[in-house]
């Protein structure tokens, strides 16, 4: 069983950089699906961008150009780097790790931009 734990997230102002970070307690080399969502009270929670076992990523339209996915496998670590930041980037922040047999969620992690 895999653990995940978000940290990274904070205050931050408009157009400033946070990067998230996602790490697993055993390895995520098997997972053919990684994600990170942000979900704000009252709304449904949003699959922000994602990235598969052979590399592919996907950005929800209102990130591309700004975040980025990435993984380590030797760290077992991924990662979400987040330029340019918005208040309407304002939310949790969660992880989620998806394999065959498993389906994985962090805790989440706050981030708030705002000046």
């Known amino acids: 069983q895999v653990q995940l734990v978000e940290s990274g997230g904070g205050l931050v102002q408009p157009g400033g950089s946070l990067r998230l970070s996602c790490a697993a307690s055993?390895?995520?080399?098997?997972?053919?699906?990684m994600g990170w969502y942000r979900q704000t009270p009252g709304k449904q929670r949003e699959l922000v961008a994602s990235?598969?076992?052979?590399?592919?990523?996907n950005y929800v339209d209102s990130v591309k150009g700004r975040f980025t996915i990435s993984r380590d496998n030797v760290k077992n670590m991924m990662y979400l780097q987040m330029n340019s930041l918005k208040p309407e980037d304002t939310a949790v922040y969660y992880c989620?790790?998806?394999?065959?047999?498993?389906?994985?969620w962090g805790q989440g992690t706050q981030v708030t931009v705002s000046s």
């Open positions: 055993g390895s995520i080399f098997s997972s053919y699906f």
């Open positions: 990235l598969n076992s052979g590399g592919s990523t």
């Open positions: 989620r790790v998806v394999g065959a047999s498993y389906n994985y």
